[in-house]
């Protein structure tokens, strides 16, 4: 079975701070995980995805995360928070084998103050 | 390009009836999943159906059902709806398996009372 757990369901930063959002997965063989956002009264939105290619993936909106196996982490990192970052952000990941099903964590709400 | 498209956005049914949901995904796209988001949750997979066929189903009761046309749009189906169905159904599409991502529709917002 494969999981996901993100730590701190709020987190809050200033405007022009380090945005970090963690996650940890736990799987039984490679991964592919995600980094979604939601909006209020919207869907998701993918901000970026690992694959099995590079480690260090780079997605939408400035947002990018470091897949770490020794960890079993793939935290979510922006340089600089930008007001229009306030939203919340679901970590998934799914497997390798051609899993029909992403498996989400509970969601980290991301407030950005002034 | 139109994305996954919902409907209806919004509806309030009763409990005992039956809801109908439906999903067309990307221009292109042969895989529909279905997933529930309880408020303050992460979304729950409940179906996916890959050139019409079922391919996975998650952990929820026979009440639910789904079923995708010839067109690759799908339809979910719930009977006897319950209080504890109120959520924000989405749907996901997807190109090629679960490497490629999946790209999720609005969602359909159901009131059960």
């Known amino acids: 079975a494969q999981s996901v757990t993100q730590l701190g369901s709020h987190v809050s930063v200033s405007e022009g701070a380090l945005v970090l959002l963690r996650c940890n997965y736990s799987s039984s063989v490679p991964p592919y995980l995600f980094w979604y956002v939601q909006y209020p009264n919207q869907g998701l939105q993918l901000l970026l995805k690992y694959t099995s290619a590079a480690t260090l993936v780079k997605g939408i909106n400035g947002f990018e995360a470091e897949f770490k196996k020794s960890e079993t982490s793939f935290h979510l990192t922006k340089p600089s928070a930008h007001m229009s970052d306030a939203a919340e952000y679901f970590c998934?990941?799914?497997?390798?084998?051609?899993?029909?099903?992403?498996?989400f964590g509970t969601g980290t709400q991301l407030k950005v103050e002034l | 390009d139109a994305g996954v498209t919902q409907s209806p956005t919004h509806l309030i049914k009763t409990r005992g009836q039956h809801v109908t949901l439906r999903c067309s995904p990307i221009?292109?796209?042969?895989?529909v999943s279905w997933y529930q988001q309880v408020l303050g949750q992460g979304p729950q997979f409940i179906f996916q159906y890959y050139e019409k066929e079922e391919r996975g189903r998650g952990n929820f009761p026979d009440r639910f059902s789904a079923r995708q046309f010839p067109n690759y749009s799908s339809e979910l189906n719930v009977n006897a709806l319950l209080l504890g169905d109120s959520a924000l159904y989405l749907c996901?599409?997807?190109?090629?398996?679960?490497?490629?991502?999946?790209?999720f529709g609005s969602g359909t917002r159901l009131t059960v009372v």
């Open positions: 998934a990941v799914t497997s390798t084998g051609g899993g029909n099903k992403l498996t």
């Open positions: 221009s292109g796209h042969k895989s």
């Open positions: 996901a599409s997807s190109s090629q398996g679960s490497s490629f991502g999946y790209t």
